[in-house]
């Protein structure tokens, strides 16, 4: 019954690398969402989509590309990895004022 | 660019002393939310509050939205060491529609 997904839980990768983070939402919410949360905790938002169209793109380097092949799946596709995209990424979705966080991925880059 | 300044960063007490943490913006937001996250998860909605002035309750854990709904405050009374974690106070502008604006969090520390 887990309402918002994320895989992997942990990824390690090398410097130059291209990755991938899935997000499944079960809730039938039409907005989600991607965060960045750096290693001082700071949460920071990436990406919103909106019905499979993105909504606002903050200062994120264009190497990071969501993707929605649905309306329940928002996946985070990361190019050339630098040592700077080490952190915590947290897919949501919101219904009304409240947003549904996943898990996170740990991501590390070496 | 909005901004909330969250505080403190880091609190530790002991167990049944009362703690207030707070978050203020020089930006108004629709509705301002506290979240608390566990090592390991994603945060966790613990109240929303909407109308300037509103104070809403949950158990030992007193909430309140400012006049102007640019500030918000925490009050825990009586902590207890399961109240220990990271608290995150959250603005959301267009009710939530371009992702929240997040302080940088409390981490608090309730010793027995």
């Known amino acids: 019954d887990t309402a918002v997904s994320q895989t992997p839980k942990y990824l390690v990768t090398q410097m130059g690398n291209d990755k991938s983070i899935k997000c499944e939402q079960n809730?039938?919410?039409?907005?989600m969402y991607w965060y960045k949360q750096d290693s001082k905790k700071f949460l920071k938002i990436m990406f919103s989509y909106n019905n499979k169209e993105l909504i606002i793109n903050e200062t994120v380097p264009n190497r990071f590309s969501p993707k929605s092949p649905d309306k329940a799946h928002l996946n985070l596709h990361i190019n050339s990895l630098e040592l700077g995209d080490s952190a915590v990424y947290f897919c949501a979705s919101r219904e009304g004022g409240q947003q549904f966080f996943g898990p996170g991925t740990r991501l590390t880059v070496l | 660019t909005q901004l909330l300044e969250q505080s403190p960063q880091f609190l530790s007490i002991q167990e049944g002393e009362n703690l207030t943490v707070y978050c203020n913006s020089s930006?108004?937001?629709?509705?301002l939310q506290w979240y608390r996250q566990e090592p390991g998860e994603g945060p966790v909605l613990l109240v929303t509050v909407v109308t300037g002035g509103e104070v809403k309750k949950l158990k030992r854990l007193t909430f309140q939205f400012g006049d102007a709904r640019k500030d918000s405050s925490l009050h825990i009374t009586a902590a207890q060491p399961g109240d220990t974690g990271l608290y995150l106070c959250a603005g959301a502008s267009r009710g939530g529609a371009d992702g929240l604006t997040f302080g940088k969090g409390t981490h608090l520390i309730i010793q027995p």
């Open positions: 809730l039938g919410h039409d907005t």
């Open positions: 930006s108004v937001f629709s509705s």
